[in-house]
């Protein structure tokens, strides 16, 4: 009984000693120091200025997309971004017959990660 008695003690000085460190903790990360840090000004930088969306362009026959198990066999043709940067994709009546390939991406069959689209 006189171990459980005397830990009581114990556990209360590791409590304080945690608050004595949290508060020394605080005070260093504060910088001990009341005066304001000076205001950094960003600087402007370049901004972006848009293109023209590049023209659909069909990369050749030699490009299609096949995948058996879903029946699928479509032509791979070139799309880009629109001035907002956002990826441009197939629309009309033949969006569903076409897969989209991004030009910012590696070219089909170029040997690393290429960036594709479809319906």
Known sequence: MSGAVGAKPLIGLGCLGLIAAA?????????????????????????????????????????????????LDAPVVRYGLDENRIPIVPTGADAAQVVAWYDFSVKPGGGGNAVFAGH
């Not at 023209?52 to 997309?65: D, I, K, N, T, W």
């Open 23 to 71: 508060s020394l903790g605080f005070f260093l990360l504060k910088g001990g120091s009341d005066e304001e840090a000076p205001v950094v000004q960003a600087t402007p930088s370049a901004t972006f200025a848009p293109t023209a969306p590049p023209a659909v362009e069909q990369l050749g026959e030699s490009y299609r997309m096949i995948i058996d198990k879903i029946g």
